[in-house]
């Protein structure tokens, strides 16, 4: 393995630190009390083994240390970004955008200083570790981006007050049915680029905009297609980085 292995683990470690480690109320509280937060420390050691862990290099727990306290300085003052009038909807994007230069630094400073010493091989090449990392954004992480694509452009459905009472009684539809859609059809896509089989893209988009928009009376067809359009870039974008 070498130094592109080595930062893409580094990468891995922070997505699953990041977004399947911890629950949506987890998050929150993270997010709204800052330093107050009981949950960030734990965050905070959580990131810091996965790092050491996933580096398999027995002399990165300085590193590892590194983006641990950096990681918990960052979320600990994303609670004033979040509440900022000008970058507070985009807290998201500054937020990752710190942890990930982070992570890059760290790696290229210890790789240049220190040298890569992998203690254990993993029998995985580097496509497969792209691989599998491109199906882990498609879950969590990429339902996450959506939501917070909405969130920073300011794109909200205005429901009439007619809309609103029948929305009311479509309180019996499964619960986060979308995002599981969303998961699915980003995992078919990806899958489907992957072999190759790009007319099979178009078909999923197809279908499901015949299944999406045929309640015209309630739904807000810019709305759903912005979600669907965003949710298969994902996974198209990711497919053709992965074949490059």
């Known amino acids: ?8 683990l580094q990468f891995l470690a922070h997505v699953l630190a990041d977004y399947f480690l911890q629950t949506d109320a987890l998050a929150l509280d993270k997010n709204t009390k800052g330093f107050k937060s009981k949950f960030l420390v734990w965050h905070a050691l959580i990131v810091f083994t996965l790092a050491w862990l996933l580096s398999f290099q027995l002399h990165f727990f300085i590193g590892a240390g590194v983006i641990a306290i950096t990681h918990y300085l960052i979320d600990g003052f994303k609670v004033k970004l979040n509440t900022h009038s000008v970058l507070g909807p985009h807290a998201f994007f500054i937020d990752q955008t710190m942890h990930l230069l982070i992570i890059v630094g760290v790696a290229m400073l210890y790789d240049r200083f220190h040298g890569l010493d992998f203690y254990y091989e993993l029998p995985i090449s580097y496509n497969a570790l792209l691989i599998l990392s491109a199906y882990l954004l498609c879950l969590k992480p990429a ?6 694509v909405f969130r920073s452009s300011k794109i909200a459905i205005a429901m009439t007050n007619k809309e609103a009472t029948h929305d009311v009684s479509r309180a019996t539809e499964l619960p986060n049915a979308g995002k599981v859609i969303g998961i699915l059809e980003r995992l078919l896509a990806l899958t489907f680029i992957m072999i190759g089989e790009y007319q099979a893209v178009g078909f999923l988009i197809a279908a499901k905009s015949i299944l999406r928009y045929k309640d015209t009376d309630t739904l807000k067809t810019e709305y759903v297609l912005i979600g669907t359009m965003l ?4 996974a198209v974008g990711l497919g053709i980085y992965i074949g490059l």
């Open 1 to 8: 393995m070498g130094f592109s292995e080595f930062l893409l």
């Open 143 to 148: 339902n996450i981006f959506i939501k917070e």
């Open 231 to 234: 949710s298969f870039g994902i």
